[in-house]
Structure formats: C-alpha cells, structure tokens
C-alpha cells in the first residue's frame, strides 16, 4: 500500500482503485492503536484543565510548577516502566520491580555512607540491579517456571535482602553528591531545561530503547518470543539466552528507578520504598498499549501511561478528591483504557 | 532415511522405515493416526533421535538434535498448526532466526530483499511485507511460513497436512506452489489423510502401518482404494457401513432463521430418524447456522422449533435440556476440555444421575463412563485418563458420547470426522448410522463430500449463508454440490428447495 504512482498526467484520475490487498486492516484503526495512549492522556489532562478554567481560574491546572512535577513524578514510575515494556513484549511479567527498587536504593545508600566513590557506587548499584534480573531470568529459563511464579518469589526474596541490608532502617546519607541528590530536583521556573535531569534521562533512555527493540536482531527476537514462543524456537532464535537478557534489562532500569527513589527520597535508602510500585508500573505499560500475553508493546507509550498515572494522580489532588475515591478513579481508567484497547484489536482482526 | 527405528520405552513407534525424496520430486507420506507419520516427522525435525538408522541430505549424514539443526541443513518443516509470531511483520516473520545483521542491528534493505524475493518465488508478491501476518487469512499465512524455508535455502520441504484448513481454492492454489517449487528442483514430502489430494499432487508414495513400510511406489500404478487398502489393512468397502434407518414425523423445524450476519433466512425441516448433511465451502455460514439452532451463536429473526419439544432454547443450556446436542468443530478450543479426564469430558453436560445432594458419587460414575467407552470403542487406559492423551478419532468418539449421555435426540455435528484417521471416521460413521437406526437425527456438517454423500440421507448446500439447494443424497453429484456451493447455480434457480 505504499507504493509511489506517478504524478497523474492530466484527466487520467479515473483510474479505478487498486485492488484492495489481503489484509482488510481499516487504516484508521490501525493509527488510532498508535495514538491511543496519547489521545487517553490528552482526555484526561484536557479534563482537568477545563475543570480549572471553570472552578479555579486564579490557579489553572496547566501551570510550569505543577507540569514540572508531575514530570519528576513520572521519571520514577517511567524508568521501571521501561523495563517492565520489555519483559512484557517478551511475554514475561517481573513482580518483583518494586522489590528491586528498594535494595537498590539501600545498596546506593549503603555503599555512598561507606565512603565509596559515586560513580563506583552507582555502578555498583545497577550491577546488583542487573543480577537480581538474571536471576529471574535463569529461573524462569532454567526451571522452566512461569515468570509471575518466579518473580512473585523474588519479591520476598529481593524485599528481605534489603531490608537485611539497611538492617530494617532508613539509611540517610549526609553528603550525597550533587548530581544524584540533585537527580529529580525541578529546575527554577524559566529554565532552558524545562524538567529535571532525571526526567531528561527517562526520554533519552527511552529513545535509546525504542531503536534497539525496533532495529536490533535481539529486539525483533523479544517480539517474537511474546508473539510466539515455540516458533521463534523453531526457527533458532536463542529463547533462554534473550530471555535472560530481557530479565537483566529490567533489573538494570528498576535499578535506575531505585537510585532515583534514593535522590528523591532525599538522599535516603529505603528498604520499604517501591512498595506495590510495580502494579503501577504494570498497569501505566498496559495502558500504554502492552499485552500481558506478549508480542505487544511500546515504550514510548509506557512511558505515555506513566505519565497518565501521574497526571491522574496530581489531578485529583488538584480538585480535591479524597484519597480513597482517587483510587477507585484511577482503578476504573485502567479497566477502560484497556477495554477500549481490546475493542479495537478484536475489530481489526474481525 | 534408511533403516530408522525409534521406540518409546515398550512401545516401536516405527521400525526398519526407509524412505526417500529426490531433488523435483513429491513423495506422499501416508498412513493413519497412530501409523508413525509424526514420529517420523519429529525425528526429520530433530525432536526425536531415532534408536538406529541413518539419514542422510545430498548424501551428507544428517542428525538433527534439535529444530534448528534440520533448519541449517537444508530441511524445513511445514507444520498443520503455523508456527507464526502473528503479532510481527511478513517480513520479520519470514527473516525470523535468519535475519541479515551487522552487529547486531538488522540491514533493513537486506532483510527486505530476501524476504521479498521468497515471496516472489511463490508469485505472492501482493502480500505487503509489513502486514502484521495474525491479520493475514490463514492460506497467506500458510505461504509465508513456505516463504520463509525458500529463504532458509532448505532443500526439501516437509508439508503436514497442509490443506487440513484450506478452502478447494486455496489447497488448488497451495499445488500451483508446490508444483512450482517442484520444477525448481526442491524435494517435497507430503504428508496427508487426503488421498483425493495425494493423487492430485504427489509423484511417489510411502504408506505406513503401524510403524512399519507397508508399500511404496508410483502414484501413476496405484488408485485411490489401493492406497486406503494398505492404511487400513482392509477393504475400503467397510468405510462407509450402511445402517437401513426409516425417517419418521418431522422433529426439527426452522423457519426464516437469520443470525447476526449468517446464516440468512434458512428453512429447514428435519425428521426424526433422519441423517442430514450440510455441505458449502468454508464461511458459507454451516457452522452459523448449527451453532444458531444450538443457541450458542445469537438469533437474529426467525424461529426454531423442535417438535413436541417446543421452541429451542436461546442458550446451550437451554439446548441440552430439550434434547439438542452439539459437537464443536473445534476439538481442542471448545469441543473438549484436553486437560481434564475422559469421565469428565463425557458426563459435563449430564452431571444429574450421579450426584446426591451436591456431591459426586464418583465410583457410579467411573463404572458408567467404563460403559460408554466399551459401546463406543474407545481406545484408552482408563475413564479417568487425561483425554487430551487420547488420538483425535477416540477423543471424538467421547465427544459424540457426551451427547448420547446427555440423551440427545437431535445430534448436530460440525466436522465431526474432521483430522481424525479413517479407521476412527469408519466407525463415526457406523455409530452415526445405528443412532439414525434409534431414532436419533442428526445434522451432519462436513467439507468432505463423499462422507456426507455415502452417510447422509438428505443434503443441503449452503452458499453466502443461505441454504440454497436440498436434495435426496443419491441425486447430488460432487461437481453438482460444488457448483451450487461456490455460487455458480445461484442465478439458475435461487428458490430450489426441495422438502420431500
């Protein structure tokens, strides 16, 4: 359907159409799969921002304190997101996101009050990020075990790690580094840089990601494992190995997650921290157009649903609505966004 | 492949086989279920290791010991279920394990180039290459899975059961492609039930019997009944057993039945003791209108009336309460439950004689299913074995058995031959013929004419979702009921319908 014709040479525009091809995809479902997360995203920031017009004009919705916020507040929920889309493009799914999140955030802690070097520190950190992964990913691989088994263990396992590592306290580090205490800190208004480091480092990762899944034999061969595991072993694709591989690269971003909870938690290693976060995680990867049962995913949109999460989040502050209530909105839109989503796949197979 | 043998613990699941395929030509392998057809298809795969033998590709000694192995050493399999990733691309699917890289990233151009020239090698260069293949119909799916081997550089080509869910056109345009590949110098081997079709396609042929060679040749010296004769081990005459059954007063009666989209405005009187057979090509609305009168699929005018009995039920619960049964063209997906045991399966839908106050009397109901499984021959350890270990021909004497349990007086079966082996299809048909003797009737739905013309009483063909033509069984032809299916009669009569 892409083929160029050549500029039509006078009245000859009466051709009749080519004939249709084999695949009856109506176009415009095809676009609205693509931008579904965004047009949810701009419904649900659109609402809020109609409602300040009417309710609270001397404080609208849109403001550049507000925006910068709800940027910081995503880049945490992002960065997992990021590698909580590969593993569910792989098929997989890794409960123990938030777990990972909190030793790595008392592994930073840890190793910066024993005086080691930032840098050495934080590579330490995402080594230990990236072991907790392949350790998923040998298990899953190895003993051949469903992924939601495996890493529903490792929750445990991961959380009591860094709760035996911070010995059940918070660990406060006195002289953090700037550059990591500084990591989710907003910049002041009418800054060139708009949002924080952090942020900035959630799209240049995500872009980073994007080319890798989109023009990578390893990335087409994730795609394929979720699409269909057995043909993708037929045809020699290397399942254990990628799986690994996809288990380490979510232990590698829940890492970066960790270290962003740390500098946000203001310099303070956390065993407790991430708690249920990867419910968060999963669902903004859901909305952003992921399918639990693999082969489906996009990391821009992830990163679109983090975003949702967020904006929902600050928006019900923004109005006002309790604690309680806030979470039955955000519950339901998870269930609609995702309907909606199904509707559309079963009619453009249909 | 010479000599292979291949056993599991005390069973020889094939013993001293040899075959061979040269280079341009198409040997049929065929045999029933049960005969080693898989196992020998798992051991040119590299699943299995045979015990002894050897095999050998251009006179290279060939040992798979894995899928990919066979892939690398020029042979690729075709399977019955497509291994596609139907989320991914034409071209990435046909690239899958084989993509043109540098360090890791794909070449694009590359991939592209030889993914387009596979398809061109089969004329389907009219299938995009970044169609997601879950969206293509299953006959361009099928091309390009054939698509990419061509890219694999395999050298022989195994097909099983290619055309098992292909319509007439698209199986005539599978040969086209395979008689194609043939003249470029590719060996095929053809696995299939069809005999019809191996005539059509093959060159050479092998029949298996119980792991064993039983005969070989050219296909030229040997008709169709000579082959069925050395599947079977005996005279093709015994297939089709025929029951004397009378029809009695009407019991099944539809009048303008219309669903959401098929079928359209169908009338039908079926009669007691009857055995109607429902023929059209795939998407003429047969499984439609079963799965309507059944109350599985939603009515959207017209009525349906079982006799003395009332209206039918709008639900498959309902259904079964007035003694209307249904087998699932789809064993796996929905006819069966595969993981649960054979008494389950059976009695799910009669669960009554033998419960008491909620619980299940288990022992009863073992000794029962033990019954039914005697009556109908079902080959299986035990009632309470996994049915989903079963062959496709006992599961599908259990599913038939659900509903003579659930004490059915009318039986509508979707494709209840469909994929199972013709020692298993002779004795449906008999049981359909002695339950027609009772005076069960039954709707019998079927893409394979001579069964419905050798078993059914009446036949009505369906095109577009209309019932356009019936027809006492011994005045239809094929070439009769394939015009009327494919649409060509339409503008001849529209109205035939002939209620004797």
Redesign the interface.
């Known amino acids: 359907m892409t083929a160029a014709f050549p500029p039509s040479t006078g009245g000859s525009d009466s051709s009749p159409a080519p004939t249709p091809g084999p695949v009856a995809t109506h176009p415009a479902l095809a676009v609205w799969s693509a931008i579904q997360p965004f047009v949810v995203l701009f419904v649900v920031v659109a609402t809020f921002w109609l409602y300040g017009q009417v309710q609270r004009p001397d404080s609208p919705f849109l403001s550049s304190p507000r925006m910068a916020t709800i940027a910081k507040q995503t880049a945490i929920v992002g960065m997992g997101a990021l590698g909580m889309t590969v593993i569910i493009i792989s098929g997989g799914i890794d409960l123990s996101a938030g777990a990972i999140l909190a030793l790595a955030s008392v592994a930073l802690a840890k190793t910066l009050a024993d005086g080691m070097s930032p840098g050495m520190a934080v590579l330490v950190t995402l080594l230990l990020g990236c072991a907790a992964g392949v350790l998923n990913g040998l298990l899953v691989t190895g003993l051949r075990l469903v992924p939601f088994i495996v890493t529903l263990g490792n929750m445990l396992v991961f959380r009591g790690l860094a709760e035996q590592l911070a010995r059940q306290q918070k660990i406060t580090v006195e002289h953090s580094p700037s550059w990591i205490a500084s990591l989710l800190d907003t910049p002041p208004v009418g800054s060139y840089r708009l949002m924080a480091t952090g942020a900035w480092l959630v799209v240049l990762l995500a872009a980073i990601a994007s080319l890798v899944m989109r023009y990578t034999i390893f990335g087409r061969h994730v795609y394929a494992i979720g699409s269909n595991e057995a043909t993708a072993r037929l045809c020699g694709v290397s399942v254990p190995r990628t799986k690994v591989i996809v288990y380490a690269i979510g232990g590698l971003f829940m890492a970066m997650a960790g270290i962003y909870s740390f500098s946000d938690l203001n310099s303070q290693g956390d065993p407790g921290a991430g708690l249920g976060l990867e419910l968060d995680i999963i669902a903004a990867v859901v909305i952003g157009g992921g399918s639990l049962s693999g082969g489906r995913g996009s990391l821009l949109g992830s990163i679109i649903g983090a975003l949702t999460m967020t904006t929902l989040r600050s928006g019900c502050v923004y109005v006002g609505v309790s604690d309680p209530i806030q979470k039955i909105i955000i519950g339901a839109i998870i269930i609609a966004a995702v309907s909606i989503d199904q509707l559309t796949q079963r009619r453009r197979r249909g | 492949m010479s000599e292979v043998t291949k056993s599991f613990g005390a069973t020889r699941a094939l013993s001293g086989v040899s075959f061979s395929v040269e280079r341009g030509q198409i040997r049929a392998l065929i045999g029933e279920n049960g005969a080693g057809k898989s196992t020998l298809m798992k051991i040119l795969a590299g699943v299995h290791r045979p015990d002894s033998g050897q095999m050998a590709v251009d006179g290279k000694p060939f040992a798979p010991r894995q899928?990919?192995d066979a892939?690398?050493a020029g042979v690729a399999?075709i399977y019955q279920e497509l291994?596609?990733?139907?989320?991914?691309s034409v071209e990435?699917n046909i690239m899958?394990?084989?993509?043109r890289?540098h360090a890791?990233?794909?070449r694009?151009r590359d991939n592209r180039r030889v993914a387009r020239d596979a398809l061109a090698r089969l004329s389907q260069s009219?299938?995009?290459l970044?169609?997601?293949v879950?969206?293509?119909?299953i006959a361009?799916q099928q091309l390009v899975e054939i698509a990419?081997a061509l890219a694999s550089q395999a050298r022989i080509l195994v097909f099983d059961e290619p055309t098992s869910s292909l319509t007439e056109t698209d199986t005539a345009r599978l040969f086209a492609v395979m008689r194609d590949l043939r003249s470029t110098g590719l060996g095929i081997v053809y696995i299939s039930h069809f005999l019809e079709e191996v005539a059509k396609i093959a060159d050479v042929y092998t029949v298996l019997r119980d792991g064993r060679r039983v005969a070989e040749g050219q296909l030229t010296d040997a008709t169709s009944a000579d082959l069925a004769r050395a599947m079977v081990g005996r005279e093709i005459t015994e297939l089709f057993p025929h029951a004397p059954h009378e029809a009695g007063g009407p019991l099944l009666e539809l009048t303008a039945l219309s669903g959401a989209d098929l079928p359209k405005g169908v009338d039908l009187t079926v009669r007691r003791g009857e055995i109607f057979g429902l023929a059209g090509l795939v998407g003429a609305g047969r499984s439609e209108l079963v799965r309507a009168i059944y109350g599985l699929n939603a009515v959207r005018s017209g009525r349906v009336h079982v006799v003395r009995v009332g209206p039918a039920g709008h639900s498959p619960r309902a259904s079964i309460a007035r003694g209307v049964g249904f087998v699932s063209e789809d064993r796996k997906e929905e006819g069966l439950a595969l993981g649960l045991s054979i008494a389950d399966n059976l009695t799910l839908t009669n669960l009554g004689p033998y419960s008491r106050l909620g619980l299940l009397r288990l022992p009863k109901r073992r000794a029962a299913v033990a019954e039914w499984m005697a009556r109908m021959e079902c080959k299986a350890a035990g009632p309470e074995q996994t049915i989903g270990e079963l062959s496709g021909g006992n599961q599908q004497k259990i599913a038939i058995a659900r509903l003579l349990h659930q004490q059915a007086d009318l039986l509508l079966l979707d494709e209840p031959t469909r994929g199972i082996d013709i020692g298993a299809k002779a004795q449906i048909y008999r049981l359909i013929g002695a339950l027609a003797a009772e005076g069960k009737t039954i709707v019998f739905v079927s893409s394979y004419l001579p069964e419905l013309m050798n078993v059914c009483d009446r036949i009505g063909v369906m095109c577009r979702g209309r019932l356009r033509e019936i027809r006492n069984a011994s005045d239809w032809t094929e070439e009769r009921i394939m015009h009327v299916a494919t649409g060509a009669a339409a503008n001849e009569n529209p109205h035939r319908t002939k209620v004797p």
């Open positions: 899928a990919v892939l690398r399999m291994n596609l990733a139907p989320h991914l990435a899958l394990g084989q993509e890289r890791g990233w794909l694009g009219d299938i995009s970044d169609a997601p879950g969206q293509l119909p361009k990419r």
